[in-house]
């Protein structure tokens, strides 16, 4: 494997104006309007790239296992970083961030992001939820609903199928708020929306990560999760951490939804636009990273070799002592042997690392490749 090793640049000064930054009082906005909203898109945007498989859902079994580090270390509050689709809704309930920003390469994870944004408008509680994702039908009455256990939830979607008429009902009440949600969404994205949701449908519980896009069909999952297993995951103490586990965490989630406060935007953790854009935000509203999910994109940046750049922009975020990474590790592959904090059982492995250590190695000298990179200066579980 070829080695990388970073170089000292002078530009690093600015990590400590980013944190000095920080110290001022949050002014996250309460909310901000659809216009706003659609302006925040765009400022935070740029032109999409390309990769390989679907993301419809994660791939990541051990998604959740650092949600106790998380409250351990009292990573809260200010603004939340993402990768990817859904898996992000439970990282955001666990940290309750004033503002979220869902960073992908993907177009089409914007638009995925922008469907369960008009899902969690339409659904008063996790139950509608669950149906107007799959096409079910809902009971008449669903304001009961709220204490009963995901479990409770998952085995009424499982009793009661939908038919012809629920899902089309639902691919017409979702698609119609989603054309309402903010952003002016084209006849493709209108068309991405239209094929997510019908994977949904199609495929309810059992829906998997695919290594295949989905427009030339669906590949196989491999040794990945379904849904199911996903939403029914824990965190490493045994509790169940999902974002649908608790109709509180919903609720929250819902509330940020409806105030635009969950913001999908299209670019390149590498590039030269996104994540300074994303910086000079929050140095403008006075708010510090509280976490930053990066799945295992940086695998890919040191392919690509455009890591360098991905560091010159994390050293520039406001931050705090408290805020921290969380990448994923797959433990495929023969360059890299067994993770220590890998968990039997699990495909994948889910790191914290403080955004100060990262800042501080990258200032030193920097990480000298990808394993150095996930197995340096961690938190432990």
């Known amino acids: 494997m070829m080695r990388h090793r970073l170089l000292i640049r002078p530009w690093l000064a600015c990590a400590g104006l980013a944190l000095a930054g920080c110290r001022a009082t949050a002014q996250a906005p309460a909310s901000l309007s659809d216009s706003a909203y659609a302006a925040l898109v765009a400022r935070l945007s740029e032109p999409a790239g390309f990769f390989p498989s679907d993301n419809l859902i994660t791939n990541e079994d051990s998604y959740l296992h650092p949600v106790g580090t998380l409250k351990r270390l009292g990573v809260t509050g200010g603004a939340y970083l993402g990768v990817a689709p859904d898996q992000n809704f439970s990282y955001i309930v666990a940290v309750r961030p004033h503002i979220a920003i869902i960073l992908d390469i993907r177009r089409d994870n914007l638009v995925e992001l922008q469907m369960f944004k ?80 019908d994977a949904f449908i199609a495929e309810g519980l059992e829906l998997r990560w695919s290594n295949a896009n989905y427009y030339g069909g669906r590949g196989t999952g491999g040794n990945r999760p379904d849904l199911r297993r996903l939403l029914l995951e824990t965190d490493r103490a045994g509790v169940q951490a999902n974002y649908l586990a608790r109709e509180d965490d919903f609720q929250f989630l819902k509330s940020l ?72 590790f797959f433990q495929q592959g023969r360059y890299y042997n067994a993770h220590p904090q890998w968990v039997q059982g699990y495909v994948s492995v889910q790191l914290v690392q403080r955004l100060e250590r990262f800042a501080a190695i990258t200032a030193a000298g920097g990480f000298q490749d990808y394993w150095d990179l996930v197995s340096r200066e961690l938190v432990p579980p």
């Open 257 to 328: 939804e409806e105030r635009n406060l969950v913001v999908p935007a299209t670019g390149d953790f590498g590039g030269l636009h996104a994540l300074p854009e994303i910086a000079k935000y929050l140095a403008e509203i006075h708010e510090r990273v509280s976490m930053f999910y990066t799945s295992n994109v940086e695998q890919y940046l040191w392919r690509d070799g455009s890591f360098f750049q991905f560091a010159r922009s994390v050293s520039a975020l406001p931050r705090d002592g408290r805020s921290v990474f969380v990448r994923s």
């Open 118 to 197: 008009a899902i969690f408008i339409l659904a008063r509680n996790r139950l509608e939820f669950l149906c107007l994702l799959f096409g079910e039908r809902a009971p008449s009455d669903t304001a009961g609903w709220g204490a009963k256990s995901l479990g409770a939830l998952l085995d009424y979607v499982d009793k009661t199928p939908g038919d012809s008429a629920s899902r089309a009902r639902a691919r017409t009440r979702v698609m119609t708020r989603a054309r309402a949600a903010g952003l002016v969404l084209s006849a493709q994205d209108t068309a991405v929306i239209a094929k997510i949701h």
